[in-house]
């Protein structure tokens, strides 16, 4: 294994267990400092974030843009923190810290072993949230991730995200593996805002066209697969309220590549919804509009 991998995992496994130390809620509160030290002093694609919050929210002037930025850092560190710390994570601590709205309707929709696809994206506490589900819904969710470059921090999280129950699906094996689990009644979670290919469908988010994979879609139609949107908001306490809606396959056109269009595109305007509220929980450091 390569030096600089074990390096990595060394100073990455020193945040662990300085955060072990001082628990969840310091961990949470020390990111205001750290985010003001990164925007400042280490401004990790600080200009992406900058430029992408302009582009989203052409009304503000550059002083509210700039606490956005500010403000983007410190979620996305939250975000992080929080999933390195899911492994010391009680159920109780973590059950307590997520107020889900129309749970039991949504329950009744993937009861009884029924398939499903819960489809979120970057926004909130999606790593804490999504993690964490099993222990709301009482059933295991199949999680569509991506392996870390660097081997050893990539099982920690793995790990971590099936800390509490959860399957992981690997993408480059994920086609195959959503279909078989769906046919056998499992719960899929997927985010669903990866930027697409330049040949793809172009779909209006932050009225720019934007690039989006369509995959979710098709499967829900070719599997008659009921598909959950899920917006998860962090509270000022650092708590979540989850919100999910059904996302409605009525009054699509008779054309199937338009069907696909018509989904993705409810989908992505609910996620929009969510995060014109709080555009700083949202992940802005990728380049969502880079053609």
């Not at 991506?146 to 399957?167: H, I």
């Not at 809606?245 to 054309?255: A, K, M, Q, V």
Request: with cysteine; aromatic share 14%; charged share 25%.
């Amino acid at each position: 294994m390569r030096l600089k991998y074990k390096i990595e995992f060394f100073i990455f496994n020193s945040f662990v267990h300085l955060f072990r130390t001082i628990g969840l809620r310091r961990t949470r509160q020390s990111t205001k400092y750290l985010a003001f030290f990164l925007y400042y002093f280490i401004p990790l694609r600080k200009k992406v974030v900058t430029e992408n919050l302009k582009t989203a929210l052409p009304e503000l002037p550059e002083p509210e843009i700039k606490k956005l930025a500010l403000r983007t850092y410190q979620s996305i560190l939250i975000t992080f923190f929080e999933l390195m710390n899911i492994p010391f994570c009680s159920k109780e601590e973590v059950d307590s810290s997520i107020q889900i709205e129309n749970l039991e309707p949504v329950k009744k929709i993937i009861g009884n072993d029924r398939a499903a696809i819960l489809l979120t994206g970057h926004f909130g506490g999606w790593e804490f949230c999504m993690s964490s589900l099993s222990l709301k819904f009482g059933r295991e969710f199949n999680l569509l991730a991506q392996p870390q470059s660097n081997p050893l921090v990539s099982d920690y999280v793995m790990r971590a995200r099936r800390r509490f129950g959860n399957k992981i699906i690997l993408s480059g094996i994920s086609v195959r593996k959503i279909y078989e689990t769906i046919k056998n009644g499992g719960l899929i979670g997927v985010a669903g805002d990866q930027r697409g290919h330049y040949e793809g469908h172009r779909f209006n988010f932050f009225n720019r066209p934007t690039a989006l994979y369509t995959g979710t879609a098709s499967i829900a139609l070719k599997m008659k697969c009921p598909v959950i949107m899920a917006a998860f908001e962090r509270q000022k306490d650092y708590k979540y309220t989850v919100h999910l809606e059904e996302l409605s396959f009525e009054n699509l056109p008779d054309d199937y590549e338009e069907k696909l269009r018509e989904l993705t595109q409810r989908y992505i305007t609910f996620l929009e919804k969510h995060i014109r509220k709080n555009p700083e929980q949202y992940f802005w450091m990728h380049k969502i509009w880079k053609y």
